[in-house]
Each structure stands twice: as C-alpha cells, then as structure tokens.
C-alpha cells in the first residue's frame, strides 16, 4: 500500500490557469508538508500542517493555498499559475513536527 | 538565518570504496539530524537518522555527528552502483513546531 500518495503525477497548463494537486497519507501521521524542489534540485519547505492547523507558511506567495480537508490529507491549490511556478512538487508526512519525513512521488508542473 | 550546508558535488568513487558525505548547519540547538537519498527523478528516502553525538551504523551505512563542531557526516562503506545518488542533509529549526530545512545535496557516483 502506497504510504504517501499525490495526484497527479505530471501537470501541464497555461499561464494564469488555477491548478491543485492532492495529497494523502495512510500513516497516521500528524504533521504533513508541502516542498517544491526546483530545477537546481533545491528542495525547500513551503507549508506544513499539523492536525489541520497552518504551523509554519513559508514565505511563498499567497497564490498558493493549502486545503486540509482532514488530518489524512493536504492539498495545495494554485492560482493564477506562472512561469516560474514550474517545479516538482512534494507532499510529506511525519508523526509529529521535528520526525522523520516521509515522501510523496511528486507532482512535475509545468506551466506554458 | 538556518543554514545547512553540502558540498554539491559529484562525488565520485570507485565499486567498493568508502563514499564520505559532508554536511554543517548552523544551529546549534538542532538535536536531531536526517539523511535522505534522492535517485534521479524520485522522491527523496529517508536513510539514517541520528540524535547523540557519534557513530549510528545501520548495515553499510554509518552516520556521524558532532554537536560541538556542528557537522553531521553519512560514510558508505563498500559502495555500489545502486548507490549512486544525490544525498539530502536535514536538519531541524524552530523549536517543537519548526520543521526540517534541507541541504542542496551532494550527488555521489560510484564508478563499476
């Protein structure tokens, strides 16, 4: 069973589109993340959740949103996408904050 | 400003040999460390993880850390192949509800 999963796996839109990638973990786990690794490979934390409440919002812009339906799953949702936007996208999960993280697939966007 | 710091690389080595991965941080408070492998367009996999100064061994893999210097360092014995990948140094900041900040990794290549 897939511990950390993401939808989709590859996103291809235009400019100024709304987007949102999925993610849902079935460990348990507290605390889940969002990282975008970009092309140098640098992978950096833009949010994280702990049972459904925001604890730490990057300096990213407000253009990306982090929904928690539920302590199992954290979606980010994108407006008005650009062109720098273009990255892999990483959802993660840990039992609390400061644990051990585990790793979704990915989620390549590339925006046109 | 947290700062985790790699060498980027690549490292190479031969079949066998011992591969030595650096990495300092600047926080002195951090008390728990993380090494990742990233393989080429994959998600990164948490490896070792280590808490008290020292070795931690965990089969071809050791992981040493020394608090008073700040660094953390992942030694491969009898490198593979297989083990030819970008590695990740996490370290944590921001007290009970900080999160990981991750080096740029280094990427290894292990020459048959």
């Known amino acids: 069973d897939t511990a950390v999963s993401q939808t989709p796996k590859y996103l291809v839109t235009q400019m100024g589109n709304d987007k949102s990638i999925k993610c849902e973990q079935n460990?348990?786990?507290?605390?889940m993340y969002w990282y975008k690794q970009d092309s140098k490979k640098f992978l950096k934390i833009m949010f994280s959740?702990?049972?459904?409440?925001?604890?730490i919002n990057e300096t990213v812009p407000n253009r990306f949103s982090p929904k928690s339906p539920d302590k199992a799953h954290l979606n980010l949702h994108i407006n008005s996408l650009e062109l720098g936007d273009s990255a892999v996208y990483f959802c993660?999960?840990?039992?609390?904050?400061?644990?051990?993280?585990?790793f979704g697939p990915g989620t390549r966007l590339t925006v046109l | 400003q947290k700062e985790v710091e790699q060498n980027s690389g690549p490292l190479s080595v031969p079949e066998g040999a011992i591969a030595s991965l650096n990495c300092t941080y600047s926080?002195?408070?951090?008390?728990?460390f993380f090494w990742y492998r990233q393989y080429s367009g994959k998600s990164p996999e948490l490896i070792m993880f280590?808490?008290?100064?020292g070795d931690k061994e965990d089969g071809r893999f050791t992981a040493q850390l020394n608090k008073a210097s700040q660094y953390v360092s992942l030694l491969i014995r009898d490198s593979q192949p297989s083990d030819s990948a970008t590695y990740l140094c996490?370290?944590?900041?921001?007290?009970?509800?900080?999160?990981?900040?991750f080096g740029k990794g280094t990427k290894l290549s292990v020459k048959p």
């Open positions: 926080d002195r408070g951090s008390q728990s």
């Open positions: 460990l348990g786990h507290d605390t």
């Open positions: 996490a370290v944590p900041y921001g007290g009970s509800q900080g999160n990981l900040i």
């Open positions: 959740y702990n049972n459904k409440e925001l604890i």
């Open positions: 993660a999960s840990s039992r609390r904050t400061l644990n051990e993280q585990f």
């Open positions: 280590i808490y008290s100064n």
